[in-house]
């Protein structure tokens, strides 16, 4: 059932950085790069169209309806505070990835017929707990701060988004797909739940 893969699927991602009750994979750590593999390898498994963008945000296409059809985007983060939530961002992330594949195990088995793609995200730095400020892969996104300024950001040792994201093999150079429309998912930031 969806329910059983969700679960399946959130206690394997809250094995990356597991810490006490709660996680600690902060943006472009050794943790949050074995996160974004396992991801990636899921995706890849589960047939959808992976694209690393150059400030290292990761989608999962599904391309239902053709390359000119709009996107519905939808998912979070797998980034924490240093000893943040499992739920945080995970869940929103975790959750479009499963409900994206129910969905597409609908299509194709003849019972949908999608008028638009649908994309899941894994957005890059949301949390701000090494690179500030918060938010840099979906600021650049949408055009909120620049490529250039975002990947020169440098984190309490001096390192830089572009050297952190080279470092866990997250340096993307791929197209991002613009969205339609953009769904989230969120919970709770402590690792209390």
């Known amino acids: 059932s969806l329910a059983r893969r969700f679960h399946e699927m959130f206690r394997e991602s809250a094995n990356f950085g597991?810490?006490?009750k709660g996680v600690s994979r902060v943006a472009c750590s050794p943790e949050d790069g074995h996160v974004r593999d396992w991801f990636v390898q899921w995706l890849d498994a589960n047939g959808f169209r992976v694209i690393v963008d150059p400030i290292g945000n990761i989608f999962g296409m599904l391309d239902f309806a053709g390359s000119a059809a709009a996107v519905?985007?939808?998912g979070s983060h797998l980034d924490s505070q240093p000893n943040g939530g499992r739920f945080d961002g995970a869940y929103g992330v975790i959750a479009a990835a499963q409900s994206a594949l129910a969905i597409k195990s609908k299509v194709e088995a003849?019972?949908?017929a999608p008028r638009r793609n649908l994309c899941v995200v894994n957005w890059t730095n949301e949390e701000g707990a090494r690179f500030q400020p918060s938010l840099l892969g979906s600021g650049v996104y949408a055009g909120r701060i620049s490529l250039t300024d975002a990947l020169s950001v440098t984190d309490g040792e001096g390192i830089s988004v572009r050297q952190a994201l080279?470092?866990?093999g997250y340096a993307g150079s791929g197209q991002a797909p613009r969205a339609e429309k953009y769904v989230e998912l969120h919970i709770e930031c402590g690792p209390e739940l």
Do not use: A, C, M
Request: aromatic fraction near 0%; charge should be positive; avoid cysteine.
């Open 166 to 168: 080279q470092s866990i």
């Open 72 to 74: 519905v985007l939808t």
């Open 18 to 20: 597991r810490k006490g």
């Open 110 to 112: 003849g019972l949908l």
